[in-house]
């Protein structure tokens, strides 16, 4: 299984980014997708996550800024950030959590390699 992200880069704060991660592989289903961010020296933080139905949870500091969606059919999982803030540079990691055809009835969770964001103030 394969998740690879793309879509980082350089804004200027107030600016807008969008993010995608595309996973591969031997998936059978894939219960969540998430995005978390890191910043050198701090531990990786929960950015935002979706579930297979849809349900959806960000965190307090992006609530209202950031939006997470998937196409499940593409086993995608999309980030649009808008009204970026310099405090959002960091590493971000899509991660999910599956189910591999070659083993039904466990999850797994794999990650992308991540991709930077980088907000100018």
């Known amino acids: 299984v394969q998740l690879v992200e793309s879509g980082g880069g350089l804004v200027q704060a107030g600016g807008s980014l969008g993010l995608s991660c595309s996973a591969s592989g031997s998936i059978l289903s894939i219960n969540v997708m998430g995005w978390y961010r890191q910043v050198p020296g701090q531990q990786r933080e929960l950015v935002a996550r979706i579930i297979s139905d849809g349900r959806t949870y960000y965190d307090k500091s992006v609530e209202g800024r950031f939006t997470i969606s998937r196409d499940n059919a593409k086993n995608t999982v999309y980030l649009q950030m808008n009204t970026l803030k310099p405090e959002d540079t960091a590493v971000y990691y899509c991660?999910?959590?599956?189910?591999?055809?070659?083993?039904?009835?466990?999850?797994?969770?794999?990650w992308g390699q991540g991709t930077l964001v980088t907000v100018s103030s």
């Open positions: 991660n999910a959590d599956l189910e591999l055809t070659t083993a039904r009835g466990y999850q797994y969770r794999y």
